[in-house]
């Protein structure tokens, strides 16, 4: 069934704002960069004309928001077989195998983890006016590991702001060169661009804050496997950190050098915990090791 274009009614009850401000501060579920992108299509009528953002509303004024349904994103969906660990009508957890990009760009126009959710979920509502998954936070190319996809936009706001607010739970597996001495601490240091390499991240001085906390999980005689938890995160957080103390990610070729004991940099991401979007339940999730990074930890045993 088609969807329709919804159509909200207000009128103003105390004047003098400007339009833009004034649907801001109503329940519309549209974020301002939504409502000011209706305002500019000529989708907001004020006494049936249409207005600009500056227009000042007065006292009286009927205000008329078209929103058309959300329009197909021209990613095409794709049978690509992704492991989902959990799923109900607002979000997905899935376990994203490494080798597989999170989103369309120059090299991968397709076969993209958002490629693969739009085949999965035909459910998908839209997000920012199109029909896509609301992508809250990415893993690279090689990182394996769970993430969650908003499939409405609501849960997309709401699962945003659980990560600003730096109340999800991220942590991941890594092997790396060497011991770290403490067996457990905190890698407190600002990320930015290289200052040379620009496809690189770097610690820099005047970069984004970055900090990200490291545990011993087990040690061999020249590398250890980590338990690392994310306060923030910055692109490339935790291989740029542990390179940054010398103890770069076996297999990292950007930040570290390759290994014989895998064919990608070793990190997976195991523990994803956050509150429900709707229901603000607790929801936590684990995942093993992918088979194409035990026989590391086996030969190292």
């Given amino acids: ?33 939504q409502l000011q992108r209706l305002i500019a299509d000529g989708q907001a009528l004020v006494n049936g004309t249409p207005a600009k953002p500056s227009y000042k509303v007065r006292s009286g004024d009927q205000v008329t928001l078209s929103v058309p349904p959300p329009r197909p994103a021209g990613v095409v969906a794709q049978d690509i077989p992704v492991n989902v660990v959990y799923q109900d009508q607002y979000l997905v957890v899935i376990d994203k195998p490494a080798g597989l ?3 369309p760009g120059p090299g991968h126009p397709d076969s993209t983890l958002v ?8 459910d998908i509502k839209g997000i920012g006016g199109e029909i896509r ?14 993430m969650m996809v908003a499939k409405t936009h609501e849960a997309h706001t709401d699962l945003s702001a659980q990560i600003k607010a730096r109340r999800v739970t991220k942590g991941y ?8 001495t403490p067996s457990n601490g905190k890698v407190d240091a600002p990320i930015g661009r290289h200052p040379r390499r620009r496809t690189r991240m770097a610690v820099v001085v005047g970069g984004k ?18 338990e690392l938890y994310l306060e923030t995160g910055r692109t490339h957080q935790i291989r740029v950190h542990m390179a940054h103390i010398g ?14 004991l895998v064919d990608r940099h070793f990190l997976h991401a195991f523990h994803l915990g956050f509150n429900h979007p709707l229901s603000g339940e607790p929801l936590e999730f684990r995942s093993s090791l992918p088979p194409d990074l035990l026989p590391a930890i086996d030969a190292l045993r």
């Fill in 1 to 33: 069934m088609t969807e329709k274009t919804a159509v909200h009614r207000f009128e103003v009850s105390k004047g003098e704002s400007r339009l833009d401000q004034y649907l801001v501060g109503l329940d519309t579920g549209l974020t301002r960069s």
């Fill in 101 to 103: 990009a999170v989103h």
């Fill in 115 to 122: 490629n693969a959710l739009l085949a999965m979920c035909p």
């Fill in 133 to 146: 998954p609301g992508i809250v936070h990415r893993l690279d190319k090689d990182t394996s590991g769970l």
């Fill in 173 to 180: 597996l890594g092997l790396v060169e060497g011991k770290p």
């Fill in 209 to 226: 804050e970055a900090r990200t906390s490291y545990t011993v999980r087990e040690s061999f005689r020249e590398h250890s496997l980590l």
């Fill in 247 to 260: 103890h770069p990610l076996v297999g990292d070729t950007t930040y570290g050098k390759a290994s014989p």
